[in-house]
């Protein structure tokens, strides 16, 4: 979905940045942060700099919030996966991000790659911080937005 299109149901969503692979929405007063990416696959530089980057946007207030609109994807990038993971989450959760909402791609494939990579991880770094975080599974950004 493209958010900018729908501006009336994001009212005080604004744009934070926007780049070639991604668009990302900030709403300080609910302290939410959206990312949609708007590309099938992102290289592994570009996505940590993308994230890097709303970094800052969390450093900068209270945000409590990630919504990550993962639909455009047509590639799973396990290293990519790994940094989100086990990095950039760590650190969002140090500055008091810990609630994430995901919509991914319709294809079942990309689900079940989540799946067996999310698996993987957590089998190779028992001292994650998942069982720290609110993760939820949404199919739309007005969903995640309410839950």
């Not at 005080?12 to 990302?24: D, L, P």
């Not at 959760?93 to 494939?109: M, N, S």
């Amino acid at each position: 979905m493209n958010i900018a299109a729908n501006t009336k149901e994001y009212q005080g969503f604004a744009i934070a940045f926007e780049e070639r692979y991604s668009k990302v929405y900030a709403n300080p007063e609910k302290g939410i942060i959206i990312c949609e990416l708007l590309t099938d696959y992102i290289p592994i530089e570009d996505f940590k700099e993308t994230f890097h980057k709303i970094s800052k946007i969390v450093e900068s207030g209270t945000y409590k919030k990630f919504i990550f609109d993962k639909r455009a994807l047509r590639a799973f990038h396990q290293p990519s996966m790994e940094w989100y993971f086990l990095n950039w989450k760590n650190k969002m959760l140090e500055l008091g991000l810990d609630t994430h909402r995901k919509i991914l791609p319709e294809e079942k494939w990309f689900e079940k790659m989540v799946q067996i990579a999310k698996e993987q991880i957590l089998k190779n770094n028992p001292d994650n911080i998942i069982h720290l975080l609110d993760i939820r599974y949404c199919n739309t950004v007005e969903e995640a937005i309410e839950i």
